[in-house]
């Protein structure tokens, strides 16, 4: 069981800027990949960049040259710089955790780009 804790949303005008957090109850390390997505209202749920255990990342085509993966393997920690937000960014953002075949999911934090 892993249980996934995000901070850092909030309300950011566009061309702004955000950095989220996701904190993890185990060692990084022993999870395949760890991701960030998000879900707008009336949409499906997206992936927007994730990380593997390696240190491999990958982004969503919307996102690229804009978000930044990375994580503190010390703090067990992975974050998600956010910079030129523009108002198709806003949504719950979600951290999740697979090993092997099993996902987990953090509760979300919401992110709104608004002037």
């Known amino acids: 069981q892993v249980q996934l804790v995000e901070s850092g949303g909030g309300l950011v005008q566009p061309g702004g800027s955000l950095n989220l957090s996701c904190a993890a109850s185990a060692n990084i390390l022993s999870i395949t990949i760890m991701g960030w997505y998000r879900q707008a209202p009336g949409q499906e749920r997206e992936m927007v960049a994730d990380i593997t255990r390696s240190g491999s990342s990958n982004y969503a085509d919307s996102v690229k040259g804009r978000f930044t993966i990375s994580r503190n393997i010390i703090k067990n920690t992975v974050y998600l710089q956010m910079n030129s937000l523009k108002s198709e960014d806003t949504a719950v953002y979600y951290c999740?955790?697979?090993?092997?075949?099993?996902?987990?999911w953090g509760r979300g934090t919401q992110v709104t780009v608004s002037s």
């Open positions: 999740s955790a697979q090993i092997l075949i099993k996902s987990y």
